[in-house]
């Protein structure tokens, strides 16, 4: 079945330092792609997205780009904040749109 | 705009008693999901419903049982808990219609369980 893999961390980071966090997926066909966020004690929110290959999801300064030969879906940020010390998900939805699959989570922590 | 409100967000159990968690949504979402968290493990689907009197199995169902009764509403029941149900649990809904975009799921903010 579906399946996505991803560093599980923890990553600790210093604020401005460069944050990439590799996800790769294995699924059969054209799964759109997910990056979600979960903040302490929140439930999980859409952070960005990708639909076919080649495509770039961006928001809040974090980017991911769908690269189908890789099935790979990692996120990058250029300069971390304080503020972006989370839990990070990545996801994937089937091609029939009911098979919703995530990763087991990254924890970042990003230090003044 | 509530989103998708989860109400408890935090029960004790005893090992055999019973509880439902309920969820609701006002997006007029047609999908609704429910996932249980745990360490390093991700979210893992319980169960979901795509339209409200329909209800189907995820990867780990047992022990759980779900209603839709309103397209609102998305309960999640534990007729005898067990400690190994211990863990935080997410109701999660979409518009369900196609693929792409709108298959985005909104999160509710969790319910902490314990059964003891």
């Known amino acids: 079945g579906d399946s996505v893999t991803q560093m599980e961390g923890p990553v600790t980071l210093s604020e401005e330092a460069f944050l990439t966090i590799n996800c790769t997926y294995t699924?059969?066909?054209?799964?759109?792609l997910f990056w979600y966020v979960q903040y302490p004690g929140e439930g999980l929110q859409l952070l960005l997205k990708?639909?076919?290959?080649?495509d770039k999801g961006s928001n809040k300064g974090f980017e991911a780009t769908y690269r189908k030969e890789t099935t790979s879906f990692h996120l990058e940020k250029g300069s971390v904040q304080v503020s972006d010390s989370a839990v990070y998900f990545c996801?994937?939805?089937?091609?029939?749109?009911?098979?919703?699959?995530f990763g087991p989570g990254t924890r970042l922590s990003v230090l003044p | 705009n509530a989103g998708v409100t989860q109400t408890p967000k935090f029960r004790v159990l005893k090992t055999g008693q019973s509880m439902t968690l309920l969820c609701a949504q006002d997006?007029?979402?047609?999908?609704m999901y429910w996932y249980r968290q745990d360490p390093g493990m991700g979210l893992r689907l319980i169960h979901y419903?795509?339209?409200?009197?329909?209800?189907a199995k995820g990867e780990v169902p047992d022990g759980y049982n779900v209603s839709r009764l309103k397209k609102q509403n998305f309960l999640l029941g534990l007729e005898s808990a067990a400690p190994s149900q211990t863990s935080v649990y997410f109701c999660?809904?979409?518009?369900?219609?196609?693929?792409?975009?709108?298959?985005?799921?909104?999160f509710g903010a969790g319910t902490r369980l314990s059964v003891l």
């Open positions: 699924a059969t066909g054209y799964p759109s």
């Open positions: 997006m007029n979402h047609e999908y």
């Open positions: 419903s795509v339209g409200e009197g329909t209800t």
């Open positions: 999660a809904s979409s518009y369900g219609v196609g693929r792409i975009a709108k298959n985005i799921q909104y």
């Open positions: 996801a994937l939805i089937d091609n029939y749109g009911q098979n919703f699959v």
């Open positions: 990708a639909t076919k290959a080649d």
